[in-house]
């Protein structure tokens, strides 16, 4: 794989569409269409949109940033690893199972409240047992972005993904609800069967190899009671499969200590003080980390270390339930343009309201309080950094390792937060620069009124452009709509515009949830680009068909 593959396509992408504002003339609508001449962007306008973009969208890179500080401080608890054993364990033997059930929850709570930005929370986790079950990362990728791309492709009562859209076309947003939940459904089948052939086909030969028996000296060093130690390990057998794909391996780890007659006594009284201790300290803990991943040093980042030690792990079943939970009541749109729900405002209002002796203790504690349904990532800051006080807490991490361990995690998060910063520098690049808007009309103009083909191809070409729903609406929408004015035709408009979404993020450079995953997993755009096709032409296959059903009944 080609260092900084990830990076290289986006900054390419950028160029692409800079060398395009010289090409093509500018326009906007405002009424009517504008025609701006050619409006060409300069060197400086090249060092100077990704600040715009971190002034405007720089929040999603911090949140990014913060994720990943939050997983580096779990790497230094060895409890962490073990609530992932269990679950692996809990579906040994079933691992498709998992696989197929957690495409289902994230492609519906994308589809029922935009949750393609909060799962940004999960995907280290979820990553990680995907790979200690024995999958490589091609398939953590096809189950993480495959199941968020049908969820925006099926979106159903998303608000914050669908309410420009509806809008702009006068839909309520339940339009076409029973066509939308179908769409979704095949979705889901189609991410779910092509993840599992593509395990069925590359991974199927590979065996479980039991590696060589590790062994762990230690010496004990009467410095300061500090025990220094040294790792004297085997390397592991693996069995390759096919186009290079990570091999399915099992291991178990073992340990023996040898130490000093003269000092058996505190070596005795220190192992149990290891042991005991709950936050992974390299001076007073040995430890034989393990590669799922073929292997490779570079890849271990991907999952934590395992400590032979036994370990409580019920503070993270509550913790990761809760936040899944908290999530989702959230995001879901519950007042005003979606279900028309005050109940949660209500709470919100009250607690805020609420007085002790006279002073608004809540409200003042708290600060700006949004309610349930008007959540963004930007609201996720607080729970998360309260879940993390308490893991801390309950494991005794101290402050040294907490920093240490949130330092770890953050360098490993840089990556994918720089290429949100990228992938947004491009949707600053063409707003600045409406040339977009020069080849829709020259598209939509191909035909009179609404066209499947041309309504098609206008949204995949403003899904490539914008990367984000809400500006692929306010890019072409107005437009369209002073094109096509028979509004008949706006719920299969609305349809088609939300589905190529999804489907366009798919593949394109300008996707966050893909390129983001792929440069956290290391995965070369040309590798997601070589086994996903099959699915992307199944995809494009079923909605054309949906389109011409929905344009003939």
Same mark, same amino acid.
Not at 124 to 131: M, Q, T
Not at 183 to 210: D, E, P, Q, R
């Given at each position: 794989?080609?260092?900084?593959?990830?990076?290289?396509?986006?900054?390419?992408?950028?160029?692409?569409? !800079?060398?395009?504002?010289?090409?093509?003339?500018?326009?906007?609508?405002?009424?009517?269409?504008?025609?701006?001449?050619?409006?060409?962007?300069?060197?400086?306008? !090249?060092?100077?949109?990704?600040?715009?973009?971190?002034?405007?969208?720089?929040?999603?890179?911090?949140?990014?940033?913060?994720?990943?500080?939050?997983?580096?401080?779990?790497?230094?608890?060895?409890?962490?690893?073990? =609530?992932?054993?269990?679950?692996?364990?809990?579906?040994?033997?079933?691992?498709?199972?998992? /696989?197929?059930?957690?495409?289902?929850?994230?492609?519906?709570?994308? @589809? =029922?409240?935009?949750?393609?930005?909060?799962?940004?929370?999960?995907?280290?986790?979820?990553?990680?047992?995907?790979?200690?079950?024995?999958?490589?990362?091609?398939?953590?990728?096809?189950?993480?972005?495959?199941?968020?791309?049908?969820?925006?492709?099926?979106?159903?009562?998303?608000? @914050?993904?669908?309410?420009? #859209?509806? @809008?702009?076309?006068?839909?309520?947003?339940?339009?076409?609800?029973?066509?939308?939940?179908?769409?979704?459904?095949?979705?889901?089948?189609?991410?779910?069967?092509?993840?599992?052939?593509?395990?069925?086909? $590359?991974?199927?030969?590979?065996?479980?190899?039991?590696?060589?028996?590790?062994?762990?000296?230690?010496?004990?060093?009467?410095?300061?009671?500090?025990?220094?130690?040294?790792?004297?390990?085997?390397?592991?057998?693996?069995?390759?499969?096919?186009?290079?794909?990570?091999?399915?391996?099992?291991?178990?780890?073992?340990?023996?200590?040898?130490?000093?007659?003269? %000092?058996?006594?505190?070596?005795?009284?220190?192992?149990?003080?290891?042991?005991?201790? *709950?936050? #992974?300290?390299?001076?007073? /803990?040995?430890?034989?980390?393990?590669?799922?991943?073929?292997?490779?040093?570079?890849?271990?980042?991907?999952?934590?270390?395992?400590?032979? *030690?036994?370990?409580?792990?019920?503070?993270?079943?509550?913790?990761?339930?809760?936040?899944?939970?908290?999530?989702?009541?959230?995001? +879901?749109?519950?007042?005003?343009?979606?279900?028309?729900?005050? !109940?949660?405002?209500?709470?919100?209002?009250?607690?805020?309201?609420?007085?002790?002796?006279?002073?608004?203790?809540?409200?003042?504690?708290?600060?700006?309080?949004?309610?349930?349904?008007?959540?963004? /990532?930007?609201?996720?800051?607080?729970?998360?950094? #309260?879940?993390?006080?308490?893991? +801390?807490?309950?494991?005794?991490?101290?402050?040294?390792?907490?920093?240490?361990?949130? *330092?770890?995690?953050?360098?490993?998060?840089?990556?994918?937060?720089?290429?949100?910063?990228?992938?947004?520098?491009?949707?600053?690049?063409?707003?600045?620069?409406?040339?977009?808007?020069?080849?829709?009309?020259?598209?939509?103009?191909?035909?009179?009124?609404?066209?499947?083909?041309?309504? !098609?191809?206008?949204?995949?070409?403003?899904?490539?452009?914008?990367?984000?729903?809400? $500006?692929?609406?306010?890019?072409?929408?107005? $437009?369209?709509?002073?094109?096509?004015?028979?509004?008949?035709?706006?719920?299969?408009?609305?349809?088609?515009?939300?589905?190529?979404?999804?489907?366009?993020?798919?593949?394109?450079?300008?996707?966050?949830?893909?390129?983001? %995953?792929?440069?956290?997993?290391?995965?070369?755009?040309?590798?997601?680009?070589?086994?996903?096709?099959?699915?992307?032409?199944?995809?494009?296959?079923?909605?054309?068909?949906?389109?011409?059903?929905? *344009?003939?009944?």
């Amino acid at each position: 794989m080609k260092k900084h593959n990830i990076v290289k396509i986006v900054l390419i992408t950028i160029l692409v569409f !800079l060398l395009l504002s010289w090409i093509l003339p500018a326009a906007y609508y405002s009424g009517q269409y504008i025609d701006q001449g050619r409006v060409q962007m300069g060197l400086y306008e !090249l060092f100077n949109y990704p600040l715009t973009s971190i002034s405007y969208f720089g929040y999603i890179a911090l949140f990014i940033i913060f994720v990943g500080g939050f997983y580096g401080v779990l790497y230094k608890i060895p409890a962490y690893r073990t =609530f992932l054993d269990k679950i692996v364990s809990i579906f040994n033997g079933k691992e498709k199972v998992f /696989i197929s059930l957690v495409v289902i929850l994230l492609a519906v709570g994308v @589809s =029922f409240c935009g949750l393609q930005l909060a799962y940004i929370f999960f995907i280290p986790f979820l990553v990680a047992l995907i790979l200690l079950m024995g999958y490589d990362k091609i398939v953590a990728a096809m189950t993480i972005v495959g199941s968020v791309a049908v969820g925006m492709i099926g979106s159903t009562y998303a608000y @914050s993904n669908l309410n420009v #859209l509806t @809008s702009t076309l006068s839909l309520k947003l339940d339009y076409q609800i029973g066509v939308r939940v179908v769409i979704l459904i095949v979705g889901i089948f189609l991410v779910i069967f092509n993840t599992l052939s593509y395990i069925k086909k $590359y991974m199927s030969s590979a065996k479980k190899v039991a590696p060589k028996e590790i062994k762990s000296t230690i010496e004990d060093v009467t410095d300061e009671n500090k025990v220094v130690s040294k790792d004297k390990s085997t390397n592991k057998k693996s069995t390759s499969t096919k186009k290079g794909s990570t091999t399915k391996v099992s291991s178990k780890t073992t340990k023996t200590t040898k130490s000093k007659p003269s %000092t058996s006594k505190s070596n005795t009284k220190a192992k149990s003080s290891r042991n005991n201790k *709950a936050a #992974l300290r390299d001076e007073d /803990i040995i430890v034989v980390k393990e590669s799922v991943i073929d292997n490779y040093d570079n890849d271990k980042y991907l999952v934590p270390t395992r400590v032979e *030690a036994t370990h409580k792990v019920w503070p993270f079943v509550c913790g990761f339930i809760l936040m899944f939970i908290l999530v989702v009541l959230a995001f +879901v749109a519950w007042g005003e343009g979606g279900f028309g729900l005050s !109940l949660f405002d209500d709470i919100t209002k009250s607690v805020s309201k609420f007085k002790i002796f006279g002073f608004p203790l809540f409200a003042k504690l708290y600060g700006t309080m949004n309610s349930f349904g008007t959540w963004t /990532i930007i609201d996720l800051f607080l729970p998360i950094s #309260l879940l993390l006080t308490i893991l +801390v807490i309950i494991y005794k991490v101290s402050f040294d390792d907490l920093l240490d361990g949130f *330092a770890n995690g953050v360098r490993k998060a840089l990556l994918p937060a720089f290429i949100s910063v990228l992938i947004y520098t491009c949707l600053v690049l063409v707003t600045y620069h409406p040339y977009q808007l020069t080849i829709y009309k020259a598209l939509l103009g191909i035909g009179k009124g609404f066209n499947i083909v041309t309504t !098609l191809f206008v949204s995949i070409l403003a899904s490539l452009f914008n990367g984000d729903i809400s $500006y692929v609406s306010q890019s072409v929408i107005p $437009y369209y709509t002073s094109v096509v004015t028979n509004t008949d035709n706006y719920s299969i408009v609305g349809v088609i515009f939300q589905s190529m979404y999804g489907f366009t993020m798919l593949f394109a450079p300008t996707s966050l949830i893909l390129m983001s %995953t792929l440069a956290y997993l290391k995965v070369s755009y040309k590798d997601w680009i070589k086994n996903i096709w099959k699915l992307l032409l199944e995809l494009f296959i079923i909605l054309l068909i949906v389109f011409i059903i929905l *344009a003939l009944i």
